[in-house]
């Protein structure tokens, strides 16, 4: 789906008189997102996965009411989501390769974890922006909401399939980029199911690589190594990264961790990173880094709103942020390399 260009979105010359375009279509916004959520939830695009079919056929499979189904449908189309051939429709090139749960590729985890979650949440931003408190789980005081989730089977198992989502595609570009034939082995810390960690160790072959994560995680982990066939390259070691030591290894990848927790937490563990690792060694930081004037991108932003929401204390940060702090633990030299989309790195090499 392509983001809309400034002139789609109500931009104007010095000449034009004021458009409200730009502003309905953001304040409307919540409906595009909650027509795509609804259609993961119905698993619509695994559905039509090399069966495109029309929409009486669909309301049949899907349990759509037929009032709905056209109006539902033609909306995914005009979004991107869907084509349609006359009366039949069927996935996009880019829906069939991430939105299909049956395939690798499928990031329609993360989505579910929003449907589920994060959309219940957001309707309390206001409430968050007054208060500075969390809306989650960890609302009601008792712990975080990873100590909720964390104790859940059904719900850890929801939030580890979220967070390959949320990280795939990342993670491939991370294993091509960063200069790994310099390195022998990695951690991945708080890797969760271990995607990538995984994407890591398909692209370079000489790598020993370690995924690190708390105890309730290893079938999980285990599970998803074995499916990826890594065995014997790929292993899980438990631990909590406050507690326990990380392990030693060349190059220590933190994704989408340092943004979970405040500021004195993100200093601790960068500079835990910094003790593990062997001179010459490199620490990854890998999230949603907001651009340094913080004005270019919303969506770290925005995820950085996320973080008020579901946590007590996380936010996200600028690079130069990162560097700083990576500079203060005592690394000799740091940069920031983008990614993909919104997710940039941030290199310590110590």
Request: hydrophobic share 40%.
């Amino acid at each position: 789906m392509h983001s809309p260009d400034a002139k789609s979105l109500g931009a104007r010359d010095a000449s034009s008189p004021p458009s409200p375009v730009r502003i309905m279509q953001l304040g409307l916004g919540f409906m595009a997102s909650r027509a795509i959520l609804s259609a993961i939830d119905l698993g619509l695009f695994t559905n039509l996965a090399g069966r495109p079919a029309n929409s009486e056929t669909l309301s049949k499979q899907l349990g759509i009411h037929p009032r709905a189904s056209s109006d539902f449908l033609d909306a995914l189309v005009a979004l991107g989501l869907l084509a349609r051939a006359g009366q039949i429709y069927s996935n996009t090139p880019e829906a069939d390769f991430f939105l299909d749960k049956a395939k690798p590729s499928y990031i329609g985890g993360f989505l579910e974890m929003c449907s589920a979650r994060l959309y219940p949440f957001w309707d309390l931003l206001t409430e968050a922006l007054k208060t500075g408190q969390p809306q989650s789980e960890a609302k009601s005081g008792e712990g975080n909401s990873f100590d909720t989730l964390y104790a859940d089977p059904q719900r850890l198992k929801g939030f580890l399939s979220a967070m390959t989502g949320f990280s795939l595609s990342a993670a491939t570009v991370l294993a091509e980029k960063f200069p790994w034939r310099n390195y022998k082995s990695f951690a991945d810390v708080g890797g969760a199911q271990g995607t990538v960690a995984a994407q890591i160790a398909l692209g370079n072959p000489h790598l020993q690589c370690i995924v690190f994560d708390l105890p309730a995680v290893k079938p999980h982990a285990e599970e998803y190594i074995q499916a990826m066939n890594l065995e014997g390259r790929l292993r899980f070691v438990a631990g909590d990264f406050f507690k326990d030591a990380l392990p030693i290894v060349d190059v220590i990848v933190m994704g989408h961790i340092l943004h979970d927790w405040d500021l004195e937490e993100k200093k601790r563990l960068i500079r835990k990173a910094y003790d593990a690792l062997p001179a010459g060694g490199a620490f990854l930081a890998l999230d949603s880094v907001i651009d340094d004037e913080r004005r270019g991108n919303p969506l770290p932003l925005l995820i950085s709103l996320n973080m008020l929401i579901e946590t007590p204390g996380g936010f996200d940060y600028c690079g130069s942020d990162c560097r700083q702090w990576m500079s203060e633990a005592g690394f000799r030299e740091t940069r920031v390399e983008h990614l993909l989309g919104h997710d940039s790195m941030v290199v310590g090499i110590k």
